[in-house]
């Protein structure tokens, strides 16, 4: 972007979207050490390299490419940002709404927060996507297909999450390794967020 476009330098940061989060899953994985959360980074890491496979195959070349000469590969379809973007969002949409159930004693800020939590998900991609484009990185077709890849990678790897890792995560946090590094499965508590709150209320008191 040319100097003192402010919107290209806005746009540059939010693109780094999906490195802030990488951060945030190992923070989250060496604190809370979650089967589920790693499953989750597992998933991300595979989209990745199914993005690496198809942009490999298709060889389709960025819009732009004597501008961005050192950029990791040439090729540009699909967005692997707008790709990981709409995975991590699709798949925090179907965890908040299928995985994490409403709490009984506050129902209407339960939802008040999830749909809150949605919109600021569907604005992130969205942003990161449209940066790409912007920043001449991809065209508008290279995005939109990454989104698609991305969206329905996220309820593919959701649904082999909930329906064969999920009964296996029991086993897994009971082998030796897994208790040596506290790792646990918190599957079966409805809502996490809700449990972890109440149990530190009652053992504080």
Known sequence: FPPGDLS??????????????????????????????ISFLGGLAFNEGVNWLIKNVIRE?????????????????????????????V????????????????RFLDLLWRHL??????????????SRVYLLYHTWSQVLYGGVAGSI????????????????????????????FLIRDTSLIPNILWFEYTVTRAEAR
């Not at 490419?65 to 707008?82: C, D, I, L, R």
């Not at 939590?117 to 449209?130: D, I, K």
């Not at 897994?172 to 040596?180: H, K, M, N």
Request: net charge positive; charged share 10%.
């Open 8 to 37: 290209g330098q806005l746009l540059a940061y939010v693109s780094l979207g999906p490195i802030f989060i990488i951060v945030g899953f190992v923070t989250l994985i060496i604190f809370k050490r979650e089967l589920h959360t």
């Open 61 to 89: 070349p960025r819009p732009c490419q004597e501008a961005h000469s050192a950029v990791g590969t040439k090729y540009g379809m699909p967005s692997s940002h707008s790709q990981f973007m709409w995975f991590f969002s």
């Open 91 to 106: 798949y925090s949409f179907l965890f908040l709404y299928l995985r994490m159930h409403q709490t009984t004693n506050a």
């Open 117 to 130: 939590l949605t919109l600021g998900l569907l604005t992130g991609a969205l942003l990161v996507s449209y």
């Open 153 to 180: 990678m996220a309820i593919a790897w959701f649904a082999f999450t909930q329906e064969i890792l999920t009964p296996l995560f029991p086993r897994i946090a009971a082998w030796p390794i897994s208790e040596f």
